[in-house]
């Protein structure tokens, strides 16, 4: 980090915004490789670049609103192998407290192998994972006070749904949230009780089938009748973001597209982390979400995650694009 970025993070540090914010989700190791077109099946192809990364949607999250200035908390299982290792070195770099993290012995990181197209900005992804969940014996040791904002994974439902009603029991007025990214065998019982739904595209066209695609705001709004969130974003990449406010209509806010797409990796764990930063600050639902797309927009004109808040921050100022940060 530069003298100007700690500066700034420092300024953010001591602003009456930060939050007390724990994240419940997976961190996982992405083996990054670049490579200038997508190679078709049974190719064999050189890599232009290769990095190592701290992912996970959850960690990926948390790991931009410490950038944006919160205290965050990670709660999810850490193996005890290098890659553990380096998950946790990374998380607490960040300034990310992993104390509430659960430890496996023997266990395997979960791994990614990320193929990322130069040409496009996409990525492949091939996930492997042999590596218990957090489940909710484990999360009913993590003390319940002081938090400003719980954030949940959409992953293993039935452990996950009993952790969501601990919180909305102990705390009727912290805010909740829980994104929905695939769908998961009794996922239904997380609609009930967050505050906010972060719903993926993936998710949204397995739950309501291929048509969510021709109008998602006639999925949303049924979508809505199932679930006690009063606000639903549903995030659509190139497409922007649909939104809806419990009674009022949907809102569809375009990308916000940078001038070449670099990395696409995470870009929605970083609308996820946009949004919740928003409405933390007291943004208007709309605002939240056009702020959030804004700073996934930036992400994808740069590679990784570090500095988003700064980028932001100078675009904001009208300084310039963000300017695409350093590869990692
Ligand atoms: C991006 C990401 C990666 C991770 C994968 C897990 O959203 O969190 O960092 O490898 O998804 O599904």
Known sequence: MNTRHSEQQAAVRDSPTRRRILGVGIATLDLINTVAV?????????????????????????????????????????????????????????????????????????????????????????????????DAA???????????????????????????????????????????????????????????????RGFALADGGPGVADDPRVYLTELAKRTTADILVLGWGEAGAWLLVRATAPLHLPASVPERVVDTLGAGDVLNAGMIDGLLRGASPTDALTRAIALAGLKCGRSGFDGLAAAIRRTEAGDDQGQPGPDR
């Open 38 to 134: 997508y190679p078709p099946e049974d190719a064999e192809v050189r890599a232009a670049a290769q990095r190592r990364a701290r992912g996970g949607n959850c960690a990926n999250t948390l790991a931009v609103l410490a950038d944006l200035g919160h205290a965050c908390a990670w709660a999810g299982t850490l193996a005890e192998d290098a890659g553990g290792a380096f998950l946790q070195a990374d998380l607490s770099a960040r300034g990310i407290d992993c104390r509430q993290a659960v430890r496996v012995p023997g266990g395997i990181s979960p791994t990614s192998y990320v193929t990322l197209s130069q040409a496009t900005g996409s990525r492949t992804i091939v996930h492997y994972r042999d590596l218990p969940e957090l």
């Open 138 to 200: 484990a999360f009913a040791r993590i003390p319940l006070d002081g938090w400003h904002w719980i954030h949940f994974e959409g992953r293993n439902p039935h452990e996950t749904g009993q952790m969501l009603a601990r919180c909305r029991r102990a705390l009727p007025r912290v805010p909740l949230s829980v994104e929905l990214e695939k769908p998961r065998s009794g996922i239904e019982s997380l609609l009930r009780g967050p505050d906010l739904l972060l719903i993926a």
